[in-house]
């Protein structure tokens, strides 16, 4: 499919610089792009990419329309990407019906529209809803609940009693309601405390691959809509997301966290256990959180700490060496001056 | 099923004060819980949680009897809650005998007690005890051994010949005798070296999503008994792990690494390889550990070191921006010093 | 099978110090072996372990030759194992045929030689070269390319238009081509990002078990080939790593960034998006990486800066006590100074 670069900007409300004719039939890299491909840039540090890309043409922000390309020119390139990629890759669904290797439980609700995908388990009374889609190597415990929309891909794996909201999408390898990581203490033995709890995910989530999230001890964990989790995330029993939060990969969230609205975990981060985030707050890469933060609040560091002071402590600890060197000096012109002093 | 608070107090050897026979029918947490829910405080944080709690009754330690709610008394109240959450919420077996789609390896040898659920592979020779628990979605490799009580969750991989004891559990996603990181070096090309030693799962082990344990090059990988093991973590190939371990979410143990008994080594937490942790040591949150240590030791860092020199380390770094300074003052007024002492 | 100590110095190219008639039948470790295993001495600090083996002979290198036992003495010991272990254990295929309840989809095309095991199913027009494994529970997905010799470990999850070379090896829990963690920003809500791209595995690539790569969100996620990843690894959309790196446990790699030829990343480390690591790069362990590096360099510490000023900074670190102390001895001094000059 092509299409005309004045079609493409009446509709996603951008302008064009250049020639309204010039006609695109795909979306590729700066750097891979041809004279019939589209690309963009909405990241400066790729504008150079952009000057030598042999694209045929670039969507950019108001900011960039001295590229010699012809242009595409939107408020944001980058949400302006994501509207173009449904227009010139629209995902249909892989899958049609249930297949008959599927197995269904008793009592399960499976709607007529739901597409589950091949030896794909279906736990009793379970209910699944409009256009849900379940690939292949797919176990939906007893008792779960799927909204209408939601995609779960090969090999997730929900455990009794999970409930999932609408347009939701599990990426393979997630691990929904496992048990959380809890013991009591006795005699030197490690008392397991069953986990009788459950794990609410809301609409609009998105769980990348291979990550875990622990079912409640009692009560519930639970992911606020619209959030979105990378790859190899732990989030552990009892945690609760606000909506819109982002963890990125490898972060983890010990139990009985909270998070409010919009917090940002940054990769390879974790929070220790009780601990509240509130709305906004944002948290670095690497960092170890161990105590509450309030909302809006940036932090870094192991311990976090207020992300500028961390800056500033980091510029420091890199001049170490020269304060040291500093302080000897001080210590040798201290002693010169008392040595001075004696007769 | 509801239970006076009287008859519970004889149970788990507790104490009631308040009314003996008020009925409480399930276990919740100090927000969610009403009237006819028992809840507990175990974290004195969330004593003001507790006194606003509309729960019929809380589980308490003699430290807080100051609280109005009937009570029920123990000297462990997580502990005891371990106890009450398996008489409120018994968890009978999910399954019943082998399913028809499993497919059961040629020399195979399954308990008749043993249940295995749909679409599950053993391999040839493997031997299943009583009362094992196959879920749906396992793969179970060949010259495998797996101990009586022992439960496998929805997708768990295991290798071949790996042996695990008895009343395991482990969750969905674990990986169990996969090849260990080894590779010779040959100009330039990295070359593998086949792994031929195992896996060996002693009794009451348990093992988070995800987790995985690589299969040693010679020998075994061990995992020592009643050792407990959250999400996500990876356990090199000839690691050791003494009894009684606790390995929370997202931490790493580099190949022939051991760790004696009761070694706790917290989340995102990294060992490097050929160690020796001996008892009981504990190893904090986000720290990288790359000498030994010795039985009893707290380390803390990254490089990590002891915990309370950790501690005081990072108080300093805290206030380096000011340290800068004061060195500063000095300078000057030593600078101001010289100049007054020249003509 | 049993090998004379001179038959296997021909096989592998090294010299017998000993016994040329030595029998040997297996190969272990140090402290397992016994009279008829061969084991092997390769990093020093287990020579006192190998002075008291009680091994048949031992594999060393001529730097220590004057241990007591029948010596197999070669110029890489490790080196030797990897031949030698090729030769006591030889691993046969698994398999045979495709099994089945294997499930090829329409136009998929698997070679007579290709083996694949039970419940696995190929999508649509994949193609599976000659000598292809694919274990139990694998799912890949539709358009996939499948190189010669290469083996997918039960339920590993290739997604749609993934491309794998030859002789590579996945193992279990291994997910390919899932989605980029990439999302636009438009009123608060995180907008997602169709990712249309692909990923490509090039030859004799090792990916370790629950190890996530993400496909492109245009054009392609790369691993070079030779390359070796090992568990819970996470390699983000666009990432692309050249020849033969190493990329150790739990590291991760965020988005676009490059990797050269021969990079080493230690475990746990992570790199942020969008940066070049030149050839060669090591990048030591629990390092974040936030900035670009050049070829040869070796990094540490977080934020990553040359190792061996890292290594100065932690020394000083752990000196900031005693340095805290000695600017209060001078200021002491100073006051005290100060004070004389006062009348």
Redesign the interface.
């Known amino acids: 499919m092509s299409y005309r670069l004045a079609e493409l900007a009446e509709r996603i409300g951008g302008e064009v610089r250049g020639d309204l004719d010039r006609q695109v039939d795909g ?3 700066l ?2 792009a041809g004279p019939t491909d589209l690309s963009f840039l909405a ?1 400066p ?1 790729y504008r150079k990419t952009a000057i030598a890309s042999r694209a045929g043409a670039l969507l950019v922000a108001p900011a960039t329309v001295d590229l010699v390309h012809d242009l595409l020119v939107v408020p ?1 390139p ?2 302006a ?2 509207e173009l ?2 227009i ?2 629209p ?1 249909p669904s ?1 899958m049609v019906g249930v297949h008959s ?1 599927a ?1 269904i439980g008793e009592g399960a609700v499976v709607d007529g529209n739901a597409r589950i ?3 794909s ?1 279906v736990g009793e009374r379970s209910r699944l809803a409009a256009d849900v889609e379940i ?3 797919v ?1 939906v415990g ?1 008792d779960c609940e799927i909204g209408s929309g939601t995609v779960l ?3 997730v ?1 929900i ?2 009693g999970v409930k999932i909201g609408e347009r939701c ?1 599990l ?3 997630v ?1 929904l309601g ?2 959380g ?1 809890g ?4 005699e ?7 986990h ?1 709890g459950s794990v609410v995910v809301e609409d609009d989530v ?1 769980l ?3 990550t ?1 999230v ?1 079912r ?4 519930e964990t639970r992911i606020g809509a ?1 959030s ?1 989790v ?3 995330v ?1 989030i ?1 029993h ?1 945690v609760e997301l606000g909506r ?1 939060c ?1 963890l ?3 972060s ?1 969230i ?1 139990g009985s966290t909270r998070l409010g609205n ?1 917090v940002v975990v940054a ?2 981060s ?1 929070l ?1 256990g ?1 601990l509240k985030l509130g709305d906004g707050v944002q948290v670095a ?2 960092s ?1 959180v ?1 105590k509450s933060v309030e909302a809006g609040k940036k932090v870094a560091g ?2 976090a ?1 207020d992300a500028s ?1 961390w800056l ?3 510029a ?6 020269e ?2 060197r ?2 000897a000096i ?2 040798r ?2 002693e010169t ?1 008392k040595q001075e002093k004696e007769p």
Chains 1, 2, 3 share one sequence.
């Open positions: 979306i590729r890299g750097e891979t990241n540090r944001d980058y949400l990407l994501a990629l449904d010139f890759y995902q892989q290797t197995i995908g091949p030896y388990v690939h292949a190597h176990v007893r891909f090969p090999g794996v455990y009794d999408r990426h393979s390898g691990v496992s048990d990581f013991y009591a203490q006795h030197g033995a490690h008392v397991k405390l069953t009788v998105e990348g691959a291979n875990t622990d409640a001890l009692l009560d619209g979105k990378d790859n190899l732990q552990g009892n819109g982002l990125v990969s490898q983890g010990s919009g990769g390879q974790g220790s009780h890469a690497k170890a161990f192991i311990p700490t002071s500033r402590q980091q420091m600890v890199a001049r170490l060496v304060l040291g500093r302080i001080l210590e012109s201290e001056g």
